[in-house]
């Protein structure tokens, strides 16, 4: 099976602009997660989208939004940028059938998304 | 409150070595645990998991890890380190049968020197 896949792999935007990330799951998984990697904060969980509900949501502001579609596709928009939002973005896929990893659920991890706002 | 503890930043390894990286927890409740490692620009590749039963985990890659109870850890190892090993290993916990989302450890730098 392909693997996850992130789109487009790297990012430059300016402050006060907007973008959105994509994100393609493993064929047959219906659940999405996103996360932020940065150096100091290390791995923060964004949200995740099980049959294009919004299932869990981390503590970020208003400004980070996704959705998930009927095949499963997910995306991340990021409206006015700010300098703290440079960061590595990682989606991960998971069955999701089970409930997520509370359940013992595996995530499985895309290559991830370089966001520089300068 | 709900914490997974990697207490060394980094870690140095001889190839040919075994290797350990520490990881600790503290959830309410039986824990699910696992490890994943990440590659420079690369997504975090899952390398094991303990769901329930033998507390020895044999994950990809020759690696291992060992969960225990009493000390609340998690602790990843492998015999015989390979250079190709030298990577950020993270450990995540969560709740069974909880609806959180995984607790992520700070992450642990590997380096397998020659």
């Known amino acids: 099976k392909a693997g996850v896949t992130q789109t487009p792999r790297y990012l430059i935007k300016t402050r006060g602009q907007q973008v959105t990330l994509s994100c393609s799951p493993i064929s047959g998984h219906r659940s999405v997660s996103w996360y932020q990697q940065t150096p100091g904060q290390g791995l923060q969980f964004l949200f995740e989208?099980?049959?294009?509900?919004?299932?869990n949501k981390g503590n970020f502001p208003g400004r980070f939004s996704g959705r998930q579609f009927s095949n499963s596709r997910s995306e991340m928009n990021v409206s006015t940028l700010e300098l703290g939002d440079s960061a590595l973005y990682l989606c991960a896929s998971s069955p999701g059938l089970a409930g997520g990893p509370g359940r013992g659920e595996t995530q499985y991890f895309g290559p991830g998304t370089r966001l520089l706002v300068l | 409150a709900q914490s997974v503890a990697q207490p060394e930043d980094q870690v140095n390894v001889a190839e040919g070595n075994p290797l350990t990286v520490k990881c600790t927890y503290s959830v309410s409740g039986n824990p699910y645990l696992f490890w994943y490692v990440q590659y420079p620009n690369r997504g975090l590749q899952f390398l094991l998991k303990y769901i329930t039963g033998d507390n020895l985990v044999k994950g990809s890659y020759g690696f291992e890890a060992e969960f225990n109870k009493s000390q609340t850890s998690f602790h990843l190892k492998k015999p015989s380190a390979l250079v190709s090993d030298s990577a950020l290993y993270f450990c995540?916990?969560?709740?069974?049968?909880?609806?959180?989302?995984?607790?992520w450890g700070a992450g642990t730098k590997l380096i397998i020197k020659p």
């Open positions: 989208y099980f049959s294009e509900t919004q299932r």
């Open positions: 995540a916990v969560i709740p069974q049968g909880s609806n959180y989302q995984l607790i």
